[in-house]
Each structure stands twice: as C-alpha cells, then as structure tokens.
C-alpha cells in the first residue's frame, strides 16, 4: 500500500512536470513573434519568389551595405553606420555615408565595400564638448561628369539658435568643404532640403516646409516637395505641390520620368511617377497604394522599379520588385485581319475579343530582412 | 495549470502592479467650469464595451532630474472611441497650456500631475475642457521606448526629417542634464524605441515646438495601435515585464481583455480625427511662456467632439 501511494506521487509529479512544461512551451510557441529580430540579409532563407535582378544592387541595414547580385546577398562593409549608397556615373566606385557619435561623413568606397577616400570631416575638434559643432552630410551624388559632389549638408547652422535645416551643397570632388556652395537656404526650421539629385542644368531635391507657406489652403504642418533649382543661390521651383506632399526622387535611366513617394498627408506611401522635360513633372501616376513603399529606384535597364516596403503590415522593411508592364500601358491588340479566299458573302464572324490581361503585381524578393528604408537604393547595371 | 500559471505570472504581476490604479480626483478649490462634480473615474463601473469612452493619455520625462511621481505630463492627449461607428478623435493638449489648474491655482497644465498624480490632471482636464474622463494610462519615457521595442518597432511616414543639436541626453546617461545631436530621416521607415521616441520628443527643429510634437505624438499613437493589432495573449508576459515599472493605468484587467478586440476592429484610418490645439485655439503671451487658451473656441470644438 505504501509503494503504491509513492509511485502515485511520482506519477503525479511527473504528469505535474510533464504538463507543466509542455503548457509553458505551448504557450510560448503562441507567441506573435512580432519582435523577432530581422535576419542578416546573408543568411540562407527561403525567398518568397525566385527572381533574379540583374547587375548589382547596394541597400543598407543595420548600419551595414549589402550588394545583391545574382540572386545572392554580400555584406560589403561591416555594421558600423554606414548609409546611403549611391553609384559613381562610370560605375566604378561607391560614394556612402559613415554615422558618428554626433555627425556623419562622406567616403568613398570600392565596389567591394573597401573605404578608399573621405571626403568630408564633420566632426567638431578634439575637446569641443557642444555636440552641435558637428555636422551632418547626408545623401551624396556626384555629377554625371563625376567632377561635382552634391550632398545634403547643415553648413547655414546659425549660432544661438536651435534651427538644423540642412541645405543641398555642391563641392568639387576632392575639394574641401570650405569650396562647397550653398544651392539653397535650407528652410527655417524646417527639415531642410533633402535628397539632391544632379540632373542637366540643375538639381532636383527635397524640399520640407510648411505647408500653407505655398498654399493658403493647406494645413500649417511640414509636409514634403520636390523642387528644382538650376543654380546656386536661387530660389528654386515647386515641382509638387504642398497637398500632394511627395519626396525621395529617383529618374529613370532615360531621364524623361521621376519616380517618387508621395503620402497625400496620410499615414500612407503612394509609389508615384510622372514624365520629366528637363524643368517640370508631367501628370502625376500612381502606380503602388497598398503598401508602405518607399525608395523607389529604377533598374538601369529600365525593367522595373525595385523598392521597400514591409512584407506584413508594421514589418521591417523588405526589397520588393515592381516590373516594366505593372506601370505602363499594354501595346494596343492587332487589328482584325480580313478573313483569306476573297470576299466574304454571309455575315461576318464576331472577333473574338483577346483574353484580359492580368494585373502585374510587385514581386516580394526577400522575407525576413529589415532594410533600412531611408537610405537610397543604388543599382548597378 | 501549472505551466501556464508560470507563463502568465510576469503578466499577472505586471497587471496587478500598473493596471486598476485607484484614482483620486483632486476637486478644484473653486470648482470653476466643472460640469462633472461627482466625477470618480476609476469608480465608474466600466461601461459595456459598446459604449463611446474617453481615455486620458500621459506622457512623462521621468529621468533622473525628477522625483518620481512629481513629473510633468510633457504630452496630454485625450482620446474618445466610439465602439458603434467605429470612430476615434485624439486631442492633444499643449502641455503649456495655462489653465486653472484643479490643485488651485493657475499654471502650465503639465504641472497637475506633478502637484497631485493622475487624479490631479484628470480633474483639471475635466473641469477646464468640460469633459469627463473614464481612465487615464501613464507612461514614462523608458516605458515608451521599451513598449515599441516589446512590439518589434512600428512603421511610421515621419512627416520631415527632425534634427535636433539639443537633444536631451537623460535616458540612459549617468548625467541627465546632457545634449547629444539626433538626426531621423524623412519617410516611410522601421522605427525601434529609441528613434520613435527621438521623433515624439525632439522640439527645437520645429517652428511648432510643442504642437509640432503633439502632431508626431498622434503619429506614433496610431503607428503603436495598428501594432497591436498582431498581438497575442501570449505576448503579454513579455510585454509586461518590458514595462518594468514605466506604464500606469486606471484600466483594470477585465476591460483590457475587452479592449484589446476592440482594438483590432479599427481599420479605417479615415475614420481617426486629429485635433491639434494651435492657432486659432491658443495664443502665446502667457507667463512663463506659456499659452492661453481661448477657451471660446475650444470648447464647442470639444463639446462636439467629447459630448
């Protein structure tokens, strides 16, 4: 009798551990998982659908660039601040912005990630303990003749006032910062003028003001423009307006369309192009309103348009591809052609209209990842 | 039982820690605007989750340059839900308001909670607004950062890019009285904790100081919510030991578990009113530069809104 309430007890106790334990994993297993961390882009996952870019593509996460080429990932520079990406015109090397504690800076690297020249020296002299002394470089462009190194830079800081609204500069490559122009005054308190993008016979960029400063019918809050400029010192022009509050331009390989990101003042990112003559953007198109896009970049064969945006809803942010035929209009079908032997004496045969064709839809290329979705993305052809 | 009385422990200890605070409403010495004088939030049964509620939303820089629960509430939002239509308004109250405060006397409107708690800045709310509040959630700063990194981080359009040179350096630094320079981008991006709380936070970049704030604070808010629409019951025990101390609430557990539903039924952001208190609705010139209301203007707009 008393072995037997003894091997109960263990019985009992077990069944308590056993249960116990399997409940508090089962448990676990429920979780939503909405905080797992988000992979390297080097690690081995499943991709949501096999397609292969071509040339080579830079994007940024965690403070690292990757290239992606040929369907594989490469880290090219540690995690340590880098950013923003952007292609020489010959395609020979890589202009990349490196974080510091309070500044950042411009380099120049390899293809390979290798770092082989710094352009800018932002950060404040040894012993100078007011962090704003430093200052900020942000997306660097060189020109086409790659003699000119644009960049958004907070070079107009006034002294006694907290206003950091960063300017688009131009500066000879290789140059000091001291032979750097000021191509526009950088807004009041503003955000600044943003994103530069050199095109023949000025830059387009940017620009983050108050709204009703451009339109007595918009809300007073900040909003985002493109503009143009075609020389230092100028006022510059609105190529969007206050309502439409659009940003990060990026200009197809023939330079005749602007693709951007424009939110209508929601808590949305439409993906939107438009035709560009060299001076003013045509009829707006949006193409992408359900998802949260943002770094549109044309592929330099002009084969799509690959860009960011969460996988699922409040995600990290994933490389997506928008093909060619999502954003322009089918050729027009053939006519009908006449019916062969001659004359037709009987009524005619209806045509058999064409079979619709389906929608083309972005193409999702990587799952788990979480790319920094304010750092451009350069693609290499 | 066993295994799930373990998981859930962190949870229940959490929720017996912050959730059903008892609220004492400090009443106004003169009771000037009250139009509720026997209001006892906490008290209030909770109402059929049917029914429209208001919630008070504080926020607090509870660093080491203050003395626990003596904060000012640097963001002060009321929300209104009505569960039939579907509809939500967020109303952000400057924190420089200058109001009758409910602990006597006038002041900024941050000032309340620091002079009485919860109770202190729900009377003052209700007696100047002419609303009445049926909980309020606190939250501190770290508690803010934490719960955003306990979610995985949200997804936010950050509207401009906000730099600031004068960036307070008091979260994790030794020396709360330090600056460090903080720069977040423009556009749609990932946000941890920490870059979500630089853009809510930051205001020496925005010719709006405070109500430039109080629209990015609105941003998060709803970025935070449509979150927590993914979130399981299992997520809760992790979710509340981020907490650690840094969220309070008068909400008690069972209208949570109402909530949380409830929450997920929001899909139409169109359906979500931002109220931003600026010009016309205030005006600076107030002591301590503070802002006066003009309550003339406030208070049908909150009447329609908060009825």
């Known amino acids: 009798m008393m072995i037997s309430r003894f091997i109960l007890a263990g019985v009992l106790a077990v069944v308590v551990v056993l249960g116990g334990t399997s409940t508090y994993m089962y448990l676990g297993s429920k979780q939503s998982r909405v905080a797992a961390p ?54 020979s090397s890589l202009l990349a912005v490196k974080y510091g504690q309070y500044w950042s800076d411009v380099y120049v690297l390899s293809l390979f990630g290798t770092p082989t020249r710094q352009l800018t020296s932002n950060q404040a002299r040894q012993g100078m303990n007011d962090p704003s002394l430093n200052h900020w470089s942000f997306f660097p462009r060189l ?29 000879p490559f290789g140059g000091t910062i001291r032979q750097a122009r000021a191509w526009t005054d950088g807004g009041y308190y503003s955000g600044g003028d943003q994103q ?163 929608p083309v839809k972005p193409i999702q290329l990587t799952t788990n990842n979480g790319f920094d979705a304010t750092s451009p993305i350069a693609w290499l052809g | 039982m066993a295994g799930a009385f373990a998981y859930f422990l962190p949870a229940a200890k959490a929720a017996w820690d ?76 400057p924190r420089d308001l200058y109001v009758h405060l409910s602990t006597g006397g006038f002041g900024k409107i941050d000032g309340a909670y620091s002079y009485g708690g919860a109770g202190a800045a729900i009377a003052t709310v209700e007696q100047d ?8 959630i606190w939250v501190g700063l770290l508690g803010l950062i934490k719960l955003i990194d306990a979610i995985g981080g949200i997804d936010v359009v950050t509207s401009n890019p906000v730099l600031d040179d004068y960036y307070p350096a008091d979260i994790y630094s030794s020396w709360p009285y330090g600056y460090e320079r903080v720069a977040v981008l423009a556009g749609p991006q990932h946000l941890d904790g920490i870059h979500a709380m630089q ?77 931003i208190l600026a010009s016309p609705y205030t005006h600076g010139g107030a002591p301590d530069g503070s802002l006066y209301p003009d309550w003339g203007a406030i208070l049908p707009l909150v009447h329609q809104y908060f009825p």
């Open chain 1, 143 to 171: 020109s086409q003749d790659g003699g000119t190194l644009w960049m958004t830079y907070d070079g107009l800081k006034c002294d006694g006032c907290f206003d950091v609204s960063p300017a688009v500069y131009s500066m």
């Open chain 2, 129 to 136: 607004f002419g609303v009445h509040v049926d909980d309020y």
């Open chain 1, 196 to 358: 530069p993008i050199p095109v023949p016979g000025g830059v387009i960029y940017t620009k983050y003001d108050y709204g009703s400063k451009y339109d007595a019918k918009a809300e007073n809050k900040l909003v985002g423009m493109m503009w143009f400029s075609n020389r230092a010192g100028a006022y510059g022009r609105e190529l969007t307006t206050p309502s439409e509050d659009c940003r990060t331009p990026s200009l197809s390989p023939a330079g005749n369309q602007a693709a951007m990101i424009c939110t209508y003042g929601k808590q949305v990112s439409y993906l939107t192009i438009a035709s560009w003559n060299g001076s003013t953007l045509g009829p707006r198109t949006t193409i992408l309103t359900n998802q949260m896009v943002a770094q549109p970049t044309w592929a330099p064969d002009g084969s799509g348009i690959a860009y960011l945006a969460p996988a699922v809803p409040d995600g990290p942010f994933q490389l997506w591809w928008l093909p060619k035929a999502a954003y322009t209009a089918p050729p027009p079908s053939p006519p009908p052609t006449p019916t062969p032997g001659g004359p037709h004496n009987g009524p005619l045969p209806t045509p058999t209209p064409p079979p619709p064709i389906p």
């Open chain 1, 38 to 91: 988000p992979e390297k882009p080097t690690a081995a996952t499943p991709r949501a659908q096999a397609t292969t870019l071509p040339g080579a593509i830079y994007l940024t996460q965690s403070g690292a660039i990757y290239r992606l080429s040929a369907g594989r990932f490469h880290q090219i520079t540690p995690e340590a601040g880098w950013s923003q990406p952007s292609l020489a015109p010959n395609g």
């Open chain 2, 199 to 275: 853009y809510v936070r930051s205001r020496h970049g925005d010719l709006q100081s405070d109500l430039g704030r109080s629209q990015r604070q609105q941003q998060v808010l709803l970025a935070i919510r449509q979150k927590a629409k993914q979130l399981s019951p299992a997520d809760l025990p992790a979710m509340s030991t981020a907490f650690g101390g840094e969220l309070k609430t008068s909400i008690g557990l069972s209208k949570v578990a109402q909530l949380l539903p409830l929450a997920g039924s929001f899909d139409n952001p169109d359906a979500i009113r931002q109220i």
């Open chain 2, 18 to 93: 912050t959730t059903g605070a008892v609220v004492r409403v400090t009443p106004s010495p003169t009771d000037l605007f009250t139009t509720s004088p026997t209001a006892t939030p906490s008290a209030t049964p909770a109402a059929a989750i049917t029914g429209a509620f208001t919630i008070l939303l504080l926020g607090s820089d509870d660093d080491s340059k203050f003395y626990s629960d003596h904060v000012l509430t640097q963001s002060m939002i009321l929300v209104r839900v009505v569960p039939s239509s579907k509809q939500v308004t967020m109303l952000s109250i």
